[in-house]
C-alpha cells in the first residue's frame, strides 16, 4: 500500500467490534493499518486491502512503527479472550496510554476510543465489581483531559450474547438475565466506528452505541422462538453458582472471573438507560447515514446462513 496515504490505524482490528470497523472503512476507500502479532492470521480475517503492522501492541517500538502515516487512530483494544486475559492491564491501559503518549509525539490529533456503553463508578462499587471498569473509566478519563480531536463510542452488547448462551433449544442464563440491556448489530458498530473516523466534527463527544430497543434475555428467547418457529426455553440458573466456580478457576482459568462479573453487571443492569434506549437511537440516527440492523433482522439473517 503507498506510503503517501493517511492510514487509519485500528488498534484491535481483529476482534469481533474491531474487524466490522476495518471491513466497513476498507469498502469506503480507506487505507486502513492493523497492528497484529499474525499478519498471516490477520490477513485471513482482514484480507489482503489491510495493510497489516506485525508486531505486539504491548511493545513500544510496534506502537510508533505503526502510527507511521497516520492520520487517525482507533482503539479498540480488548484482552477478554482466556488467551489474553492474565494481559489485560498491558493491553487496555498501559498499550492504550503508550498510544495516546506516541500518537501526540506523532502529532496525530484525531482519535476514537471504544468503550463500554456507560461506566458508572458507583454501580461498580455497589456491586463489589469496582476493577470491572476501572480500566476503562481510567482511560476515558485521560482521554478527555488531553488535546486530542477525541470521540469516545459507548458500545452496547453484541447480539451475540444472546446467541451464545443458546444451545439445543435452551437459553440458558446465569442469573436469568431478566432486566433489558441495549445490544447492537456488530455490523452497526463497524459502520457508525467508521463513519466517525472519517468525520472531524465528532470531536469531544461521547456517544452511545445501541441498537432500536432494550430487550431481556427472556424476550430475546420469546423472539428466537417466534421467528425460527423453534421453542426456545429461558432457563435461569443461579449466579452464585457462576461466582463459586469462577473463583475455584482463577489460578487456572481467570478469564471465568471476569465472565462472572460481566453477567453481574447485566443482571443489574440501570433501569434509566434501558428507558433511554430509544432516544439514543434516534441521535445516532440523525448523526449517521446507515439503515440500523435489528435483533429480529439479525435472526433471520442467521436463519438464511443456517446458524440458528
Not at 493499518?33 to 510496534?62: C, H, M, P, W
Not at 456507560?118 to 483531559?145: C, H, V, W, Y
Request: aromatic fraction near 8%.
Amino acid at each position: 500500500m503507498n506510503e503517501k496515504y493517511n492510514y487509519i490505524v485500528v488498534f484491535g482490528g481483529t476482534g469481533y467490534y474491531g474487524r466490522k470497523v476495518v471491513e466497513k472503512l476498507i469498502q469506503k476507500g480507506q487505507a486502513v493499518r492493523v497492528v497484529s502479532r499474525n499478519s498471516e492470521a490477520a490477513k485471513i480475517i482482514l484480507g489482503d486491502k489491510v495493510d497489516i503492522y506485525e508486531g505486539d501492541v504491548t511493545n513500544l517500538s510496534t506502537i510508533t512503527g505503526s502510527l507511521k502515516n497516520a492520520g487517525c487512530i482507533v482503539i479498540c483494544l480488548s484482552a477478554m479472550t482466556n488467551k489474553l486475559i492474565r494481559k489485560m492491564k498491558a493491553i487496555e491501559r498501559d498499550a492504550v496510554l503508550n498510544i495516546m503518549e506516541e500518537a501526540e509525539k506523532a502529532q496525530i490529533s484525531r482519535l476514537i476510543y471504544m468503550s463500554g456503553y456507560e461506566m458508572r463508578a458507583r454501580l461498580l462499587d455497589e456491586l463489589n465489581i469496582p476493577e470491572f471498569g476501572a480500566i476503562k473509566i481510567e482511560i476515558e478519563s485521560r482521554i478527555t483531559q488531553s488535546a486530542f480531536n477525541w470521540t469516545i463510542l459507548g458500545d452496547a452488547p453484541a447480539f451475540e450474547l444472546f446467541f451464545k448462551l443458546t444451545n439445543k433449544g435452551k437459553m440458558t442464563v446465569p442469573g436469568g438475565g431478566f432486566l433489558p440491556v441495549p445490544t447492537i448489530s456488530a455490523e452497526d458498530v463497524g459502520e457508525i466506528t467508521a463513519q466517525v473516523a472519517m468525520r472531524n466534527d465528532l470531536g469531544g463527544k461521547r456517544i452511545k452505541l445501541t441498537g432500536p430497543e432494550a430487550l431481556s434475555f427472556p424476550e430475546a428467547a420469546k423472539r428466537m422462538s417466534q421467528l425460527t418457529g423453534k421453542k426456545i426455553r429461558h432457563i435461569s440458573i443461579p449466579l452464585f453458582m457462576v461466582n463459586i466456580i469462577s473463583f475455584i478457576l482463577i489460578p487456572f482459568a481467570p478469564f471465568v472471573r471476569y465472565l462472572y462479573k460481566s453477567l453481574k453487571m447485566l443482571n443489574h443492569f440501570p433501569e434509566d438507560l434501558a428507558l433511554d434506549v430509544p432516544k439514543q437511537h434516534r441521535l445516532l440516527r440523525s448523526l449517521f447515514d446507515y439503515e440500523p440492523v435489528s435483533f429480529d433482522m439479525e435472526i433471520q439473517k442467521r436463519m438464511k446462513e443456517n446458524r440458528i
